[in-house]
């Protein structure tokens, strides 16, 4: 992908700085975690554990390590004394350029409905950080918070994807980043918002349904910022990069992941959707090259 590496007002880059311990939404601990009263969505490898409980509680899964290892450039993760950036430079470009990409997309498509597009920002950490839906960790993988409309990415995720999950390369970050952001549309529409209704009012199954539906939506508005980037004068789109985003996709499935981790696959406790249905959502966005195809 040819993305630019100019700096960016919505990037903050806390890598170096580490963290511990959890923090609850005022400042209130918890030893299981910390209540959101909306949905949170993570890009997570291993899937969202979401507890109805009046409010939603985040729960630390175990699937992805915090480890260091290789971008997915190749550069290698560097460290440094406390408090100092670990970020790569190649890492940076992929963060920012991919961030300035969908600002431009999303900003020019609200507008085109007489809306306002709010910018996200976008926060790189290392291992955990403080964020305004609790204590984040690397473990959890990429997420978006509503509370504070901050996307979170520890960079050493992409190592993850790359080499245990066989989906390296630019492209395949910058999907995660765009799913991402997809969030931060759903929470700007109000669709986050609707599915913790939706959720509140149903059993852990029917749950997991509402989860699946918000996460192939934010799959296809993926799909529809490529289209863009695509489309757009000086595209940064490549060629094969679509297919490096697909295979993203698949690699982080529900079927997949549970296939590869205890043999088969349970499609009741599915939060993501299957690789073929993540696909399909990623292609039904790029095809329309319009959001009103990814229906919630």
């Known amino acids: 992908m040819r993305l630019g590496d100019g700096p960016s007002d919505n990037f903050e880059d806390r890598t170096g700085q580490g963290g511990s311990g959890f923090g609850g939404l005022g400042g209130g601990g918890n030893a299981l975690g910390c209540l959101l009263p909306l949905v949170m969505s993570r890009f997570g490898l291993g899937g969202v554990l979401v507890l109805v409980v009046g409010y939603f509680l985040l729960s630390s899964l175990g699937g ?8 997915p450039s190749g550069s290698p993760q560097r460290t440094a004394p406390s408090g100092q950036s670990t970020l790569t430079a190649d890492s940076r470009r992929i963060l920012v350029g991919t961030l300035e990409s969908t600002d431009a997309t999303w ?6 409905n007489g809306q306002k597009y709010v910018e996200p920002k976008l926060v790189a950490y290392t291992s955990g950080t403080q964020t305004a839906c609790g204590f984040g960790q690397a473990a959890a993988g990429p997420f978006y918070c509503p509370n504070d409309a901050k996307i979170y990415v520890d960079p050493s ?13 630019d492209a395949a970050a910058a999907y995660v980043i765009a799913h991402e952001v ?14 913790n209704q939706l959720q509140a009012r149903g059993s852990k199954t029917e749950g997991n349904a509402v989860q699946v539906r918000v996460e192939l939506q934010a799959d296809c508005y993926a799909g529809v910022w490529a289209a863009s980037a695509r489309d757009a004068k000086g595209s940064i789109i490549e060629p094969g990069d679509v297919e490096e985003a697909m295979r993203a996709a698949e690699a982080v499935g529900d079927d997949t992941l549970q296939k590869q981790a205890q043999g088969y696959a349970v499609p009741d406790s599915f939060t993501h959707g299957s690789s073929a249905q993540r696909q399909a959502a990623f292609q039904q966005g790029f095809k329309a090259a319009n959001p009103a195809a990814c229906r919630f």
């Open 182 to 195: 997809g969030h931060h549309v759903q929470d700007l529409l109000g669709t986050l918002n609707d599915a």
């Open 64 to 71: 992805l390590g915090g480890g260091g290892g290789m971008l």
């Open 107 to 112: 900003g020019k498509i609200f507008e085109a």
């Open 157 to 169: 995720f992409f190592s993850e994807l790359s080499q245990r999950f066989g989906a390296p390369g």
